[in-house]
C-alpha cells in the first residue's frame, strides 16, 4: 500500500499540509488488507463506508469500560454514559448546524428516518389524493415509505423527471410543486449518479407555496457540508455507517414546530411521560420518537465519526475527493469503451458505468480479482435504472481514503476485463 | 441410496480440472466455459420470466427436458462469468432422476471448489442447484396428473 500512497502523493491533488492522504489511510486499518492476493482498493464507501480507528476504539472502549443503559440509572456508569449518549445528539446538531439538539432523533438508519416521516407527519397533516413529490433517481428508501403511504391512505407519488445528465428539471419540478403536492422528499445527492440537487433552490420553491421538503442526505452528508439552516429545509436524513460511522445508527433532524405537532413513531419505554392503563402521555421530540434502548456503542461511535470528519475538515475532504473524480471521469473515459452514467456539473465521486459489450458482473468480477471492491447492480433504484434503459451498472463510489494510484488499478482491471471479455 | 459415480463424470472432471489450478487460472476457466456455452443455441423463446431465476445479480435462465427418468437441464446468462457457473451446473447434474437431484446439497457446490473465488458465487451455485431441483419436481408432478 505504500506506493499507492506515495503516488497519491506524487499526483499533485494534495498541497503539503493541507491533506494527507497517506496518513488518512493509516487511520483505516483495513485499508492494509490483501484481497486475491492484492491490496484491497475500496471503492464501494457508496454502500458503506470503512470505519477509522477512532471510530473502533471509541465503541471498544464504550463496550469494555463504559457500557450499560442510558436514561434514568440511578448509579454512576449510567449517568456518565449517558452523559455521552447526549452529548453525541450535540455533536450531530452541531455537524448539521442544526439550532437544537431536540431536534435530532436517533434512528437505525435513513430508511427508517424516512419511514418515521412517513408514518408519523404522512398519517397527520396528508389526506388521500394529497401528492408526495421525488425525484426520479431516487433510492428505493425514499420510494417504499411513500407508496406504503399511498396504498394506506391514497396520497399521489409524483415524479420529477431529470435529464439524460442526470440533472434534475427544475422548471418540471416546479410545475410539479403546484396542484396537490404537500410534500417534497428528495435525493440531496444520488447515490447512484452521484448528482447533487440545488437544494436550496428546491426548498425555495416548494416553501413558496407553503410546502415542507425533507432531504435524503444519506450520499450528501459524506460528500458536502450540510447546513440545515442555511438550507431551510424541513427535515434532513442520514445514516451513521456512510459516514465512517457504524451501522445501525441514522439521524432525523426536523423542525421544532414540525416535530412538535407529529405523533409517536412506535409506543414502548424511553418514549413516554407517563403510563396508566388507561391513558398515557407521551415524551416531548427527540424522546417521542426514540421508543426503546437506543443504539448506545452505535451513537458513541457516530460521534467519534463525525469528530474524525470534522477535524479532518469537510472542505478538504470535497476538495480530495473532487480531485479523484476528475481523475478518474477523465481516466475512464480515456478507456474508449466506458459509458458513464451521471454527468452533472454539481457531482459526488460516485461512478456509474458499463462497459460496452460486456455485462456489468463480469465487470465487477474482474475487478474484485484485482483486489477492487465496487458494487454492481441496481444499487437500490430500479425506477432509475429503467429511465437509464440498462439492467444495472458498475459503481466506484470513491472516499477521502482513496488515491488517483487506486483509480489506476481499476483502469488496469478494467483494460484486463476488455481483454477477457472482449 | 447414493447416485452412481458414472452419472457424475462431468461433475467429476470439473472437480478435477478446478483442482489443479490457482485461483486467477480458475477464474478464467469459468469465463472459458462461459464463451462455450455462448457458442451452443438456447431457444430464445426460453429466455423469458417464466424460465427466469430471481435472486441473481445478473439474469440466468434455465430450460428443462426429460429423457427417460433422467432430467435434462441448459442454462443461460446475460453475464459470461454466469454462464460459465450455470453451464457446471446443468452440465454436471443433467441426467440425474429427482430423486438423485434431490440428494445433492451444498458438499457437491463447495466440492467445485469454487467458493475461494468469491462466496456470492457459491451462494448463486446453490441456488441454482436448487432452482434445478425445483424443476424437477414440477416436472414429476405435471407428468402425474
Known amino acids: ?422 | 441410496m447414493t447416485i452412481a459415480p458414472e452419472k457424475l463424470t462431468q461433475y467429476d472432471e470439473y472437480v478435477e480440472a478446478l483442482d489443479l489450478l490457482d485461483e486467477d487460472s480458475r477464474f478464467e476457466y469459468i469465463i472459458d466455459i462461459g464463451k462455450r456455452a455462448d457458442k451452443v443455441a438456447f431457444p430464445a423463446e426460453c429466455m423469458d420470466e417464466a424460465h427466469m431465476m430471481h435472486g441473481c445479480m445478473s439474469k440466468v435462465w434455465i430450460v428443462h427436458d426429460m429423457e427417460g427418468d433422467g432430467h435434462n437441464f441448459r442454462g443461460q446468462s446475460d453475464a459470461i462469468i454466469v454462464k460459465g457457473l450455470v453451464s457446471m451446473m446443468t452440465g454436471s447434474f443433467s441426467g440425474l432422476t429427482t430423486a438423485e437431484l434431490g440428494e445433492l446439497t451444498l458438499d457437491h457446490v463447495r466440492g467445485l471448489n469454487l467458493g475461494a473465488l468469491t462466496m456470492q458465487r457459491q451462494v448463486g451455485m446453490m441456488a441454482m442447484l436448487k432452482h434445478m431441483q425445483k424443476l424437477s419436481r414440477i416436472s414429476d408432478l405435471a407428468a402425474a396428473n
Open chain 1, 1 to 422: 500500500m505504500n506506493d499507492m500512497n506515495q503516488s497519491a502523493n506524487l499526483a499533485g491533488h494534495n498541497v503539503e499540509g493541507a491533506f494527507d492522504v497517506a496518513r488518512i489511510r493509516q487511520d483505516f486499518p483495513i485499508l492494509g488488507r490483501q484481497i486475491h492476493g492484492k491490496p484491497l482498493v475500496y471503492f464501494d464507501s457508496g454502500a458503506s463506508a470503512q470505519k477509522p480507528r477512532a471510530v473502533i476504539d471509541a465503541m471498544t472502549a464504550v463496550l469494555e469500560n463504559e457500557y450499560t443503559n442510558v436514561h434514568r440509572g440511578a448509579h454512576y456508569l449510567s449517568q456518565t454514559l449517558t452523559d455521552r449518549y447526549e452529548g453525541v445528539r450535540g455533536t450531530i446538531a452541531r455537524f448539521l448546524n442544526a439550532p437544537s439538539e431536540e431536534q435530532i432523533i436517533i434512528t437505525r438508519n435513513t430508511t427508517e428516518a424516512i419511514n418515521l416521516v412517513a408514518a408519523t407527519y404522512g398519517r397527520r397533516f396528508l389526506n388521500k389524493g394529497d401528492g408526495v413529490l421525488i425525484s426520479d433517481m431516487e433510492h428505493h428508501a425514499n420510494i417504499v415509505p411513500w407508496q406504503l403511504l399511498r396504498d394506506e391512505i391514497g396520497i399521489e407519488l409524483k415524479i420529477a423527471p431529470i435529464d439524460d445528465r442526470g440533472v434534475l428539471d427544475l422548471d418540471a419540478y416546479a410545475a410539479l410543486l403546484d396542484g396537490n403536492t404537500k410534500l417534497v422528499a428528495m435525493t440531496h445527492c444520488s447515490n447512484v449518479l452521484g448528482t447533487h440537487v440545488p437544494a436550496k433552490e428546491i426548498i425555495g420553491l416548494a416553501h413558496e407555496r407553503g410546502i415542507p421538503v425533507l432531504l435524503d442526505g444519506s450520499q450528501s452528508v459524506v460528500h458536502s457540508r450540510i447546513d440545515v439552516q442555511d438550507l431551510d429545509v424541513d427535515f434532513f436524513v442520514f445514516t451513521g455507517h456512510k459516514l465512517y460511522g457504524p451501522t445501525a445508527i441514522g439521524v432525523l433532524y426536523g423542525k421544532a414546530e414540525l416535530l412538535a405537532k407529529m405523533p409517536p413513531y412506535q409506543g414502548g419505554g424511553d418514549m413516554i411521560a407517563s403510563v396508566t392503563y388507561e391513558k398515557t402521555t407521551y415524551e416531548e421530540p427527540p424522546y417521542r420518537f426514540e421508543a426503546g434502548t437506543p443504539p448506545i456503542v452505535e451513537a458513541i461511535g457516530l460521534g467519534a465519526a463525525i469528530d474524525y470528519v470534522t477535524a479532518i475538515g469537510m472542505d478538504k475532504i470535497m476538495a480530495h475527493e473532487k480531485a479523484l473524480l476528475a481523475y478518474a471521469t477523465e481516466q475512464l473515459a480515456a478507456l474508449g469503451d466506458i459509458r458513464l452514467f451521471g454527468t452533472a456539473p454539481e457531482k459526488a465521486a460516485i461512478l456509474s458505468f458499463v462497459q460496452e459489450g460486456i455485462h456489468p458482473f463480469d465487470t465487477a468480477a474482474t475487478l474484485d480479482r484485482a483486489g477492487v471492491a465496487v458494487r454492481v447492480g441496481q444499487h437500490c433504484a430500479e425506477p432509475l435504472m429503467a429511465r437509464l434503459g440498462v439492467d444495472g451498472t458498475v459503481r466506484a463510489s470513491l472516499a477521502m481514503y482513496n488515491t488517483t494510484a487506486e483509480i489506476d488499478v481499476m483502469i488496469e482491471a478494467l483494460e484486463r476485463a476488455r481483454t477477457l471479455f472482449g
